[in-house]
């Protein structure tokens, strides 16, 4: 057996292994209920940020069986996803951007841990009133990457979501352009590589 297969089998999951997924908070329903609400100058500048395509999404709901593919399925060593009739589908920033309408160039995002007990408090109501309530301004905006990075690009299986992502989101300039795209794919294929590791899977 050469290195590449060897290297394929140990990022893809056997096709005879069942996958149950753990409970997300992701929720297209909730971002897009918010998003509807919100007034037209609000929209543009979520646009003028480069997230113009989440305001457009649509899916709703997530799809348990298509999830449950994808994490059978990844090639995490290289990005890909290998179909069943031999086919591989690269998978990339510029990918997730197409998809999901969000910025692919820029500089990385680097999570900081946080150290100590943060003084702000997060919350998906907070967040949503934030919303509702700032005016168009860096608060604002910093309040819809974090309402955004909770409900579709980054959640996970506790509602009060990752408050070292939060922080950084808050506490960096929302002026620099960052890769939001590379962020995602990096966290989806982390959460991949998590879940086998948890459930001994190789």
Known sequence: MDSRKRKRRSHVLLRSKAVKLPKSHCSGKKFLSIMDTLPMDKKNAISDMGFGGLLQLGCKELRYELITWIVANYDIGYHRLCMETKVVVLVTPKNVREVLGIPDNGVDILIYNRRGTPNRTYDIKILEANLRD???GEEFMKSFLIFACATILAPN?????????????????????????????????????????????H
């Open 134 to 136: 700032l005016p168009v």
């Open 157 to 201: 299986s506790k509602q009060e979501g990752m408050h070292d992502l939060w922080d950084t989101v808050w506490d960096s300039e929302v002026g620099v352009r960052k890769n939001w795209a590379k962020f995602v794919l990096q966290y989806v294929e982390n959460g991949i590589r998590d879940y086998r590791t948890s459930h001994d899977i």
